[in-house]
C-alpha cells in the first residue's frame, strides 16, 4: 500500500508519498485538501528518510538528495525530469535551455508544459528552471516558493531575478 504525509514545509504544506517499495512518488504543493488517492494510508514514519533530507535541504545542510524515486509519465516527462535532476543545485537554466538539453530545441513550450507536470517537486527540481530573461516563471507551488527555494539556493550575496 502506498503511503503519505503532511509535511510542514517552511512555505506551506507538502503532500510527501511513497509507493509499495518506498520509493518517492509525489512531493506536492497543498493548498487546500491535498489530492489525496483512494488506496493510500498515512504513514508518516514511512516516510521519515524524505522528511529527514527535506529538513536538511530546508536548513541549508543539503545540497542533493539520495532517495530513491519513481515518478509516473510519459517518455518525454521523464525525460524533462531526468534532466531537471541534472541542474545543478544553485544554478538556473531556462525552458530553451532545457529543450535543447532533450534534444528538442524549439520546444520550450512543451518542455515547460512537462516541467509543470513534475510529481516530485523540490527533489525533481522543476524551481530551477526559470525565464530566457531570468524572469520567475509559473511555479506549482507559487512564486513565492519559487523565490524562496532559489533563494535557498543561492551563494549569500547574489541576485535572483524577478
Request: charge should be negative.
Amino acid at each position: 500500500m502506498k503511503k503519505y504525509t503532511i509535511y510542514d514545509g517552511p512555505e506551506g504544506p507538502l503532500l510527501l508519498a511513497v509507493d509499495d517499495d518506498g520509493r518517492v512518488i509525489r512531493l506536492h504543493f497543498v493548498d487546500g485538501a491535498p489530492p489525496i488517492e483512494p488506496d493510500w494510508e498515512e504513514d508518516a514514519d514511512a516516510l521519515g528518510v524524505v522528511t529527514r533530507q527535506l529538513d536538511e535541504y530546508f536548513a541549508g545542510e543539503r545540497t542533493d538528495f539520495d532517495l530513491d524515486l519513481a515518478p509516473e509519465g510519459t517518455p518525454f516527462q521523464l525525460a524533462v525530469w531526468n534532466q531537471l535532476r541534472r541542474i545543478p543545485y544553485g544554478e538556473t537554466i531556462s525552458y530553451g535551455e532545457l529543450a535543447k538539453r532533450v534534444d528538442r530545441p524549439g520546444a520550450a513550450r512543451a518542455v515547460g508544459a512537462a516541467n509543470g507536470q513534475n510529481p516530485i517537486a523540490i527533489i525533481i527540481p522543476c524551481h530551477r528552471v526559470i525565464g530566457a530573461d531570468g524572469s520567475l516563471t509559473g511555479f506549482g507551488g507559487g512564486l513565492p516558493w519559487k523565490r524562496w527555494l532559489l533563494g535557498r539556493e543561492q551563494p549569500q550575496g547574489s541576485l535572483l531575478g524577478t
